[in-house]
């Protein structure tokens, strides 16, 4: 595009110059400002990782508090069957417990309901046992039919031991309202990628396994490969696809038991501070121009009409018109 004119030249200069300086200073600052937040971002994700690792494991540590407490009393001490058998019946209810019993050194449990199970190959039983405090998974239980988290303390130096049954939508309820944002959500999973908390109790009922899942769903890809760094006791923040959103997560271990804890979000309500900061740079850029634009325009004015009257007068005298020069009515010489 050619201007014929000094001002639309003037006001075409100045405004690139000034859209240039806009764009420039808009990127390096929007660039500048979006890593600190993202960084901000991420301390956050691992710190609400942190602390929900932390809640669970206290919980964790509540349980067997409580059951070591038990199994200190004098009255689990004695070995003597009824006994225990009316202690552990009245603790069952005062802890809101699904079943309390008693191991024998062959793996056999007596519970205080007057049911029994043969739990001598599980590890953690076998832990128990061997004088050490074990602790299961959150699995669902057939028998019972829901899903079950077993706790197992010595007896002194016995040979048996104290065994606790809870619900095991305990930890769903726990992590329940833990995540980033408005939309937030927290899950935890075990080191073999077991769901075994999350605020869709379905996936816990349902034993979910997005590990196994991805082997049929290529989309699980990238989630399961965060799972799977959970169950190794790493700590960090990623994002992946899910359901057609990509989605924030840090993570952590617990230190209690094999698991990890995510606290994430969607990927809209963790950068809507950025999305925010770069709507107003936009704003804020579009006022810069038009008031450069304006001061332009005033500015070529100016500069053009005295311009406009030098060639005007220029032109007349070429012509042979003197008429508008002016002269002094003496000279001095």
């Not at 806009?22 to 990127?27: A, R």
């Not at 953690?124 to 039919?145: D, M, P």
């Not at 790493?234 to 057609?244: L, Q």
């Not at 006022?287 to 030098?310: D, H, M, Q, R, Y």
């Amino acid at each position: 595009m050619k201007f014929k004119s000094i001002s639309q030249k003037v006001v075409a200069s100045s405004f690139i110059l000034i859209l240039i300086a806009c764009l420039s200073l808009g990127l390096v600052a929007y660039s500048g400002s979006t890593s600190s937040i993202k960084a901000e971002i991420n301390q956050a994700l691992i710190k609400l990782a942190e602390d929900g690792a932390l809640l669970v494991d206290s919980h964790i540590g509540a349980q067997v508090a409580v059951l070591e407490t038990l199994a200190a009393a004098e009255e689990i001490r004695s070995m003597d069957w009824e006994v225990q058998k009316r202690v552990l019946a009245r603790e069952q209810r005062r802890l809101n417990v699904l079943k309390l019993g008693i191991v024998e050194p062959g793996g056999n449990v007596a519970y205080a309901d007057g049911t029994s199970a043969q739990l001598g190959d599980r590890d953690y039983i076998k832990k128990a046992l061997e004088g050490k405090t074990g602790i299961s998974s959150i699995f669902t239980c057939r028998e019972i039919g829901q899903p079950i988290m077993i706790f197992a303390v010595p007896i002194g130096n016995s040979g048996k031991a104290l065994v606790s049954i809870i619900d095991g939508l305990f930890f769903s309820e726990v992590i329940d309202g833990k995540g980033f944002g408005e939309r937030g959500y927290a899950f935890v999973a075990d080191g073999n990628g077991y769901t075994v908390a999350h605020q869709n109790v379905e996936n816990v009922i349902n034993e979910d396994n997005i590990i196994e899942n991805a082997k049929a769903d290529p989309t699980l890809e990238a989630l399961a490969d965060v799972i799977a760094r959970m169950g190794r006791g790493e700590k960090g923040v990623d994002h992946y696809i899910y359901m057609g959103e990509t989605r924030y997560m840090g993570y952590a271990p617990l230190s209690s038991i094999n698991w990890g804890i995510a606290v994430g979000s969607y990927q809209n309500d963790v950068l809507a501070g950025i999305y925010r900061m770069r709507n107003l740079m936009f704003i804020v850029s579009l006022v810069v121009l038009a008031i450069g634009f304006a001061g332009s325009l005033i500015i070529a004015s100016t500069i053009a009409a005295p311009i406009k009257e030098t060639s005007k007068f220029a032109a007349n005298m070429s012509g042979g018109d003197f008429s508008l020069m002016r002269f002094p009515d003496t000279l001095s010489i």
